[in-house]
């Protein structure tokens, strides 16, 4: 239903925009909304209120240019309860409960406990009992990134996490091409594991690229702009929400990638024939899977929001 509360954006001071669009927003009750007058499209606005405040409001086009632009936008009936990935950005502890009953809290982040637990047939109330529990365990040396400023954080990933892809997608990439020369007839799915690999390899090499010129480098630029009190800076690709959108969904396609290589494998477990290179294969399949998790979650839930705000602070 068309809301007759209408905010104009033309008349609002550039770097106020932003700010009183979210703060409305936020002041909305269920089912509650309003409209938004423009003079330009504004879906970049569309992507950096699902990036920060997730999939709560529905976006309805009441009119679409060429000179004005009206968007209602309506708080769902109910707010969205606390993502897995917000979860674990906040306490890292919890990440070993969800990595124990195989969900996804970095490529597929974003969804509730109550969305996770019904897809995987797990106890709702069990599930938030462990979670409960993992606030209890000592951290230990756990490193508090949610805390670090962006530019190092975007350094940290890329010195730490690419630089693990790309030392190893070539010799992961070589193993498993020779093991499927050499078991795929015993072994099918030795064949469709490296096709499945070879095929993520390509891609995250190329999001890597895209990352560490294109988004890490803007990032980098936010961070600068604030330090030094500076206005925010230009780029090719509008706001940052654009390229986020991009990285998030390649990150979810690599996370497919290796859930169906997991599901080829059967979870890791090397046939009884299996050469030392086959287990070897699997042993680095894991270990690669692994810190994918922990890369995505980094930017996913950490680098990335915290990216949105930073931009939506000096607009």
């Given at each position: 239903?068309?809301?007759?509360?209408?905010?104009?954006?033309?008349?609002?001071?550039?770097?106020?925009?932003?700010?009183?669009?979210?703060?409305?927003?936020?002041?909305?009750?269920?089912?509650?909304?309003?409209?938004?007058?423009?003079?330009?499209?504004p879906k970049p606005l569309y992507y950096q209120l699902l990036g920060e405040r997730g999939d709560i409001f529905t976006w309805e086009y009441k009119q679409s240019g060429p000179d004005v632009w009206k968007v209602a936008i309506t708080l769902k009936g109910e707010k969205e309860e606390e993502t897995v990935g917000e979860m674990v950005a906040k306490d890292y502890r919890k990440a070993q409960v969800f990595k124990k009953y195989g969900?996804?809290?970095?490529?597929?982040?974003?969804?509730?406990?109550?969305?996770?637990?019904?897809?995987?047939?797990?106890?709702?109330?069990?599930?938030?009992?462990?979670?409960?529990?993992?606030?209890?365990v000592e951290s230990g040396s756990s490193i508090s990134f949610d805390k670090w400023e962006l530019d190092f954080l975007s350094d940290y990933i890329t010195n730490t996490?690419?630089?693990?892809?790309?030392?190893?997608?070539?010799?992961?990439?070589?193993?498993?091409?020779?093991?499927?020369?050499?078991?795929?007839?015993?072994?099918?799915?030795?064949?469709?594991?490296?096709?499945?690999?070879?095929?993520?390899?390509?891609?995250?090499?190329?999001?890597?690229?895209?990352?560490?010129?294109?988004?890490?480098?803007?990032?980098?630029?936010?961070?600068?702009?604030?330090?030094?009190?500076?206005?925010?800076?230009?780029?090719?690709?509008?706001?940052?929400?654009?390229?986020?959108?991009?990285?998030?969904?390649?990150?979810?396609?690599?996370?497919?990638?290796?859930?169906?290589?997991?599901?080829?494998?059967n979870n890791y477990q090397v046939p009884a024939d299996a050469c030392t290179s086959y287990r070897l294969l699997y042993q680095k399949l894991e270990e690669f899977e692994n810190d994918l998790h922990k890369h995505v979650h980094l930017e996913n839930n950490i680098l990335f929001p915290k990216a949105l705000e930073l931009e939506k602070e000096l607009a």
């Amino acid at each position: 239903m068309e809301t007759t509360d209408i905010l104009d954006v033309t008349v609002i001071e550039p770097r106020f925009k932003h700010p009183t669009i979210f703060q409305k927003f936020d002041s909305l009750a269920p089912g509650e909304g309003f409209t938004i007058h423009n003079d330009h499209d504004p879906k970049p606005l569309y992507y950096q209120l699902l990036g920060e405040r997730g999939d709560i409001f529905t976006w309805e086009y009441k009119q679409s240019g060429p000179d004005v632009w009206k968007v209602a936008i309506t708080l769902k009936g109910e707010k969205e309860e606390e993502t897995v990935g917000e979860m674990v950005a906040k306490d890292y502890r919890k990440a070993q409960v969800f990595k124990k009953y195989g969900i996804d809290f970095c490529c597929g982040g974003k969804k509730t406990l109550s969305e996770v637990s019904q897809k995987k047939g797990i106890s709702l109330e069990e599930l938030k009992a462990e979670l409960k529990a993992a606030e209890n365990v000592e951290s230990g040396s756990s490193i508090s990134f949610d805390k670090w400023e962006l530019d190092f954080l975007s350094d940290y990933i890329t010195n730490t996490h690419h630089q693990y892809i790309k030392d190893n997608i070539p010799f992961i990439s070589e193993l498993a091409q020779k093991v499927a020369r050499v078991h795929g007839a015993n072994h099918p799915e030795a064949v469709q594991t490296a096709a499945v690999f070879e095929r993520a390899a390509q891609d995250l090499s190329l999001h890597l690229v895209k990352e560490e010129k294109i988004l890490f480098p803007f990032i980098k630029e936010l961070v600068a702009a604030k330090r030094n009190n500076s206005v925010l800076p230009d780029s090719s690709f509008g706001d940052v929400a654009n390229p986020i959108e991009m990285m998030e969904s390649e990150h979810e396609q690599a996370g497919e990638d290796m859930e169906e290589i997991k599901a080829l494998t059967n979870n890791y477990q090397v046939p009884a024939d299996a050469c030392t290179s086959y287990r070897l294969l699997y042993q680095k399949l894991e270990e690669f899977e692994n810190d994918l998790h922990k890369h995505v979650h980094l930017e996913n839930n950490i680098l990335f929001p915290k990216a949105l705000e930073l931009e939506k602070e000096l607009a």
